[in-house]
């Protein structure tokens, strides 16, 4: 049973555009959300987390959204560069599973389109 | 180099043998972990440690998996009587204290049973 999930396996946007990546989770104990960003043939690298006391959490060109009552998150980049074009994992730790235990969704593939 | 760093980074080898994958956390890093990527899939946690601390073996999938840490530093994952199904990249992790930290990944073990 996926406690996080990409529903979306991959996403194409022009470069310049916003790029919206999102995230669902089932588990309501979960309350720390990050988002991971991988390269091919290179290890995962963080990229922003947010905690379940805010709904928002903005870095540059990145800003996650957390809508707790539906259990969903979302990741905006904007603009998007091509640069941007990895795999985007989101992931959620917290509750019984204790911040250290922390479960990945699949990814989403994003590519920027020059 | 300042980062997680894990070896080999491919590792061919038959059904039946054993492995071993290493993995040099970052200097000062008290907690370590190891994830499992197959293809086409996310990121599977599979064991745990902090510090002193049991590590929390809740991940490994079977008892043929088994990891140990020295003196709080590198680790080793071990997989005996390797089967077609271990097939994929084996990645590290580690983070300053655990919990709320982001984790840094190193460039993983791509592992091909034949």
């Known amino acids: 049973d996926q406690q996080v999930k990409q529903n979306s396996p991959s996403l194409s946007v022009q470069e310049g555009r916003i790029s919206i990546l999102n995230c669902d989770y089932t588990?309501?104990?979960?309350?720390?959300f990050l988002w991971y960003k991988k390269y091919p043939a290179e290890g995962p690298t963080f990229l922003i987390s947010?905690?379940?006391?805010?709904d928002k959490n903005e870095d540059g060109r990145f800003t996650v959204f957390l809508n707790k009552s539906a259990k969903h998150l979302s990741l905006h980049i904007v603009p998007s560069q091509p640069g941007d074009s990895a795999v985007y994992f989101c992931?959620?730790?917290?509750?019984?599973?204790?911040?250290?235990?922390?479960?990945f969704g699949p990814g989403t593939s994003l590519s920027v389109i020059p | 180099g300042a980062g997680v760093s894990q070896s080999p980074s491919n590792k061919v080898t038959e059904k039946g043998k054993d492995v071993e994958l290493r993995c040099d956390p970052i200097s000062g890093h008290t907690a370590l972990y190891w994830y499992r990527q197959s293809l086409g899939q996310g990121l599977e946690f599979l064991i745990y440690f902090q510090g002193n601390s049991a590590p929390d073996k809740s991940g490994l999938p079977s008892d043929r998996f088994s990891a140990e840490r020295t003196g709080g530093s590198v680790s080793t994952l071990t997989i005996q009587r390797t089967q077609q199904e271990d097939s994929a990249v084996y990645l590290c992790?580690?983070?300053?204290?655990?919990?709320?930290?982001?984790?840094?990944f190193g460039d993983g073990t791509r592992l091909s049973i034949l």
């Open positions: 588990n309501s104990m979960f309350d720390y």
């Open positions: 992790a580690s983070s300053q204290t655990g919990g709320l930290q982001p984790q840094h």
């Open positions: 947010i905690s379940s006391i805010k």
């Open positions: 992931a959620a730790s917290g509750g019984k599973t204790s911040y250290d235990k922390v479960i």
